[in-house]
């Protein structure tokens, strides 16, 4: 199997700006990158599974999505050192971690360099 270059993105549904940074930023990113070996692996930070699957099935998101249900209990958030929503890490074709809470512009580069 190829590896990857994966962007591990943790959000949560209860937010307008999250949700549309999904829809204008990540689907644009994964729409382009994909096929050049980019995943997105995503993981909301919610404590409602109705409003987290409303959210993921209205935006249609294309890549892995999943949930902890646990909110802000959630033990991920201290395991990553998780201090605000959303956060990132950016990880290469060798698993190293190559960037961490990048967006825009600066993602784009990122991901551009690491799938050519």
């Excluded at 096929?35 to 997105?40: A, L, Q, S, V, Y």
């Excluded at 993981?43 to 294309?62: G, M, R, T, Y």
């Amino acid at each position: 199997v190829d590896a990857k270059v994966i962007l591990v993105h943790f959000w949560t549904a209860t937010e307008a700006a999250q949700k549309m940074f999904n829809v204008e930023l990540l689907k644009s990113i994964y729409n382009d990158y994909h096929k050049r070996g980019f995943e997105i692996y995503q993981v909301a930070i919610d404590s409602s599974k109705a409003l987290w699957i409303n959210a993921v099935q209205e935006q249609q998101l294309p890549w892995t999505s999943v949930v902890d249900l646990r909110g802000e209990h959630s033990p991920i958030l201290s395991t990553y050192n998780i201090k605000s929503l959303p956060a990132n890490f950016l990880i290469d074709r060798e698993g190293n971690i190559v960037a961490k809470n990048i967006y825009g512009e600066e993602l784009v580069r990122q991901i551009e360099k690491l799938t050519l």
